[in-house]
Structure formats: C-alpha cells, structure tokens
C-alpha cells in the first residue's frame, strides 16, 4: 500500500484557479470512485471538502470541485481566497476495506 | 451531532504499548459505518491506521498490522487503539474518526510522543 502522490505545494493569486493532482494507480484512485479530499488548517483536524471523486458535503463552497480520469484525480479551488490557503490531502479506498492518503499539497495563497 | 473525542497518555516509552480511546457523542457506533484511527507525524502527512466496522470486523494498514489492535466497548460507546512496541518513529497525532468511504468526522486529535 503506497502513499498517493501530491505535489508538495501549488500557489496562486486571489481570484485564480489552482488544481492539485493526487496520482495513484488501478488499486486504490484508478479502481474506485472513492476519492475524497480534506483540507486541514495548522494544528486542526482535517475537513472534508470533496467525497465520492466529486461530490461537495453541504456547507463546502462550489470553488471547490472535484474529478478523475485513470488514476489521477483532482481538486481544483477557483476563485481563490485568502482562506484556502491550507493543506490539502487526498484520500482514496484501496479496496478490502483499507484506506490510503496523499502526501499532501500546501497552497499558498499569493 | 455526530463528535469524536480521542483520550490517553501523551508520553509513551520505547518498545511499550500505546493505548488510545475515542469517545463518540451524538451516534451509536452499533448502527453503522466504519470506525477508525488515522494519525500524523509532527509536519508530515496524514497515514490511515486502522479501522473497524459497527459489527466488529476489524482491517489493518499493513504496515502496521502486525501491532495493532482496535477493539470496541459498545456499552460505553467508545474504541480503542493498541500499537505495540513503539518507537520514537510512533510519535504523531493520533485522531480517531467515522469513515464511510471517506471521512466525515474527525476528533480534534492528541500528541502521542514516544520517548524515555
């Protein structure tokens, strides 16, 4: 079981899109529609903001979507606020009821 | 609401037993979803640990499976994490959480520090 691969940071400007990559492979991201994304704040327990590959739980801005294609999935912030910038970590089931995560992505917000 | 509170020692000793308890308010553990501990290192990413489904089966990272143990008390509506023979490499936070297949709630999470 290995870790899904983020880049380590990403940055934009207030107002621009930013998208993080979370790669993986046919076991975990590429097998299931089980991607969810978490953003976490210093010394905060993470918040999801995307579950199911693209599906936002209530209260989760619409900035913040969600995609897939192969073993890659996305989450991509438009609009971007001074507020996003956070951690972000992607997570995918890796079948037999085992869970895997992403290295994690910190975004700066410019 | 549904809330999570993890409780236990935050300093453990090498080679010893590092023992966690999640108490869950709001939602009975019997009735459903996975339950289950994911922690992470001082400044590195999150590593998903364990986790146990309402009836009681139980499923391991396995890099760890050979040392834990997540075990419930339904009673006192709370579970339980046991690693063993912990290392310097052990320290983290710890958090317990209620996973679908994602993760909807997490506890506020505790320092677990393993050291003489």
Partial sequence: ?110 | QVQLQESGPGLVKPSETLSLTCTVSGYSISSGYYWGWIRQPPGKGLEWIGSMYHSGSTYYNPSLKSRVTISVDRPKNQFSLRLSSVTAADTAVYYCARLNYDIGYWGQGTLVTVSS
């Avoid at chain 1, 899109?17 to 529609?33: A, K, R």
């Avoid at chain 1, 290295?103 to 917000?109: A, F, H, Q, R, S």
């Fill in chain 1, 1 to 110: 079981q290995s870790a899904l691969t983020q880049p380590r940071s990403v940055s934009g400007s207030p107002g621009q899109s930013v998208t993080i990559s979370c790669t993986g492979s046919s076991s975990d991201v590429g097998g299931y529609n089980y991607v969810s994304w978490y953003q976490q704040y210093p010394g905060k327990a993470p918040k999801l903001m995307i579950y199911d590959v693209s599906k936002r739980p209530s209260g989760v801005p619409d900035r913040f979507s969600g995609s897939k294609s192969g073993n890659t999935a996305s989450l991509t912030i438009s609009g971007l606020q001074a507020e996003d910038e956070a951690d972000y970590y992607c997570c995918s089931y890796a079948g037999s009821y085992t869970w895997v995560f992403g290295g994690g992505t910190k975004l700066t917000v410019l």
